[in-house]
Every structure is written in structure tokens, then in C-alpha cells.
């Protein structure tokens, strides 16, 4: 029976949720709509037009192109800075090099999300990859999970989702996979614990460091 684990990307693997925040932030700025840095934070992990409905729920839909628009345009030239979080592309070796179906689920594009994995260096050991254009609905509905669930040939009993946020783990918990959370998003331990996390990491090294005590070991073990 194949076994594996699904990884988010932004927050998860590469150091990119601020630079979403900021870009956000930006947008709604320009659009003369004052949302806090700390509310768009906590939105980050749902797809572009899920994030402004949740933030702006009279948002039209000339807002949310103009505010898309200005994201596009202040966060898409950064992504030559981003860095892969410590241990990201280890771990996805780790997993990989252990037997385990490697998958990507994130609401980026597929160009943007190639291009992260890259930074990892770890794309050869991915196997599937779920991007916005992939899915109707984005986390913290299921649809994402059980389409990377989908790709990679695995059942929910057999498959761990990564991921940084609270959306991340609602999603996962709704399509009924083990869940593991990482604090390099900057979401602290409880919120992702209320969420559904089964344990919860400071970054992907540190994950790497307990592998075989997590949730991730356990599949191994089974």
C-alpha cells in the first residue's frame, strides 16, 4: 500500500508568507481598504480571491482584481530573494529516500509553484504537484488535499499533510490525514494544535530531527 506525505509550500518550505503579507497589505491599501498586517497574517494559506472575501466580505469584484493585481505586481519580483526554510529540502529527501510519496499541495500557480519547489533543490523527489488551477475550492476545503491525495495514488489512512497554517491542517483534517504543522509560517503551536495538528514543529529541520517519532514515522512503521 503507498504511503505519503503532502507538503505545503509557502511558510512550509520557502521563507515567503511576509512577503505575501506585505504585498496583500499593499493591495487592499491602494484599493483605500485598511486591513492590518496581523488579520491579512492570518488569511495567508487561502487562494488570492478566498483570502480577500475572507478579509473583505463586500470585496467586488473590481476590488479583488485591482488588489490581485497590486499582490502580483509587488511580490512576483521578490521571488529571486526567497530562500528555502532550514531543512526544507532535506526533508523532502528524507521522506523521498524512505519509501514515502512525496506530493505538493499549494495554491500558488504552477509556474510560481515550480519554482519554489526548485529553491528547495528537492524537485526530483517530488512526485505530484497540486497548484491553484488544479482546484475549484482552496484551504481550508478539502478539495486540495484529496486532489494531491488523488494524484499521488494514496488513501487519507496512509497520507500526512505538512503545513504551516491553520487552513493547512483544517483542510487536512477535513480529508482525514495525519497532520503535522511547522511554526516557519509564523502561526504559534496553539492556534495550529486548535486546528488539528498532531504535533507541531519549529521549522522542517527540526521535523527532520524527530522524524521517526512523528506522525511521518508512524507511516513508516506501519
Known amino acids: 500500500m503507498r504511503r505519503g506525505v503532502v507538503f505545503d509550500i509557502d511558510g512550509t518550505l520557502v521563507d515567503t508568507n511576509y512577503l505575501h503579507v506585505v504585498a496583500w497589505w499593499e493591495g487592499f491599501r491602494r484599493r483605500g481598504r485598511d486591513v492590518p498586517m496581523v488579520?491579512?497574517?492570518?488569511?495567508?494559506?487561502?487562494?488570492?480571491?478566498?483570502?480577500?472575501?475572507?478579509?473583505?466580505?463586500?470585496?467586488?469584484?473590481?476590488?479583488?482584481?485591482?488588489?490581485?493585481?497590486?499582490?502580483?505586481?509587488?511580490?512576483?519580483?521578490?521571488?529571486?530573494?526567497?530562500?528555502?526554510?532550514?531543512g526544507a529540502g532535506e526533508l523532502i529527501q528524507a521522506v523521498a529516500a524512505r519509501g514515502l510519496t512525496v506530493v505538493v499541495a499549494t495554491s500558488a500557480p504552477k509556474d510560481e509553484?515550480?519554482?519554489?519547489?526548485?529553491?528547495?533543490?528537492?524537485?526530483?523527489?517530488?512526485?505530484?504537484?497540486?497548484?491553484?488551477d488544479d482546484v475549484d475550492r482552496s484551504k481550508p476545503d478539502a478539495e486540495p488535499v484529496r486532489r494531491a491525495l488523488e494524484k499521488g495514488g494514496l488513501r487519507p489512512e496512509n497520507a500526512v499533510m505538512l503545513g504551516d497554517t491553520l487552513w493547512d491542517m483544517l483542510a487536512a483534517r477535513a480529508a482525514m490525514t495525519g497532520r503535522v504543522a511547522v511554526r516557519s509560517g509564523g502561526i504559534d503551536t496553539t492556534s495550529l494544535m486548535e486546528g488539528g495538528a498532531e504535533a507541531v514543529y519549529k521549522d522542517c529541520e527540526d521535523l527532520l530531527k524527530h522524524l521517526d517519532d512523528s506522525p511521518i514515522g508512524r507511516l513508516l512503521r506501519h
Not at 48 to 57: F, G, K, S
Not at 113 to 132: C, F, K, N, P, S
Open 39 to 86: 488579520d491579512v497574517h492570518g488569511a495567508i494559506g487561502r487562494a488570492d480571491r478566498a483570502l480577500i472575501d475572507y478579509l473583505l466580505p463586500d470585496a467586488t469584484d473590481q476590488d479583488a482584481r485591482e488588489i490581485t493585481e497590486t499582490h502580483a505586481q509587488l511580490y512576483k519580483p521578490r521571488l529571486e530573494e526567497v530562500r528555502p526554510l532550514p
Open 113 to 132: 509553484a515550480e519554482r519554489l519547489i526548485a529553491i528547495t533543490g528537492a524537485q526530483d523527489a517530488v512526485a505530484e504537484l497540486v497548484h491553484a
